[in-house]
T-cell receptor, first 116, second 115 residues
Framework: GAVVSQHPSWVICKSGTSVKIECRSL??????MFWYRQFPKQSLMLMAT?????????EQGVEKDKFLINHASLTLSTLTVTSAHPEDSSFYIC????????????FGPGTRLTVL | DQQVKQNSPSLSVQEGRISILNCDYT??????FLWYKKYPAEGPTFLIS?????DKNEDGRFTVFLNKSAKHLSLHIVPSQPGDSAVYFC??????????????FGKGTLLTVNP
């Protein structure tokens, strides 16, 4: 149980384009989904927290107009990187939790974004 | 200010022996602690967790110990296997108003289990 998928697993795009990453909880309904970014040899950096049907809460320093998050259902959240630049190249990971049970987060496999 | 610290960036252990991964925290509001295992280019995998009302939780080869007075927790892996080689992240959360139940991660410890 507690499987989270991400799509795509990797994407290469040109500067200025937008990229959408999907995160799905496959076998449970996630009350909360989280989006992280990981730089090489660094820890996970939380970007934003999203609850189904409400606006995402962004961490300090994360541009909400650049990283659009939509959490339309209890099993799907999307992250759209708008007007991507090479410095947005990173490993993006989502997680999902069923907060009524515990704070345990179950992570997706991650998406490698490369902006040329 | 790093609230969750894993002071050992790496640890090397012989197969069959015990691996002990350590984690310290500074926020006394943390009341739930987790360990995750991560391979390169993959998302973290949940291993084991412990609530602050306990001091030990065991699951197969994995045991987590919590010392609240010292604000310290450790993960024991016995016996260690080569497949355990990965980066291990310690994480903590606070069940307090406004925390949004976020996880705060340490920087990770790279465990290498040698055959």
């Amino acid at each position: 149980g507690a499987v989270v998928s991400q799509h795509p697993s990797w994407v290469i795009c040109k500067s200025g384009t937008s990229v959408k990453i999907e995160c799905r909880s496959l076998d449970f309904q996630a009350t909360t989904m989280f989006w992280y970014r990981q730089f090489p040899k660094q820890s996970l950096m939380l970007m934003a927290t999203s609850n189904e049907g409400s606006k995402a809460t962004y961490e300090q320093g994360v541009e909400k107009d650049k990283f659009l998050i939509n959490h339309a259902s209890l099993t799907l959240s999307t992250l759209t990187v708008t007007s991507a630049h090479p410095e947005d190249s990173s490993f993006y990971i989502c997680s999902a939790s069923l907060r009524r049970v515990s704070d345990t987060q179950y992570f997706g496999p991650g998406t490698r974004l490369t902006v040329l | 200010d790093q609230q969750v610290k894993q002071n050992s960036p790496s640890l090397s252990v012989q197969e069959g022996r015990i691996s002990i991964l350590n984690c310290d925290y500074t926020n006394s509001m943390f009341d739930y602690f987790l360990w995750y295992k991560k391979y390169p280019a993959e998302g973290p995998t949940f291993l084991i967790s412990i609530s602050s009302i306990k001091d030990k939780n065991e699951d197969g080869r994995f045991t987590v110990f919590l010392n609240k007075s010292a604000k310290h927790l450790s993960l024991h892996i016995v016996p260690s296997q080569p497949g355990d080689s990965a980066v291990y992240f310690c994480a903590a959360s606070a069940d307090s108003g406004g925390s949004n139940h976020k996880l705060t991660f340490g920087k990770g410890t790279l465990l290498t289990v040698n055959p």
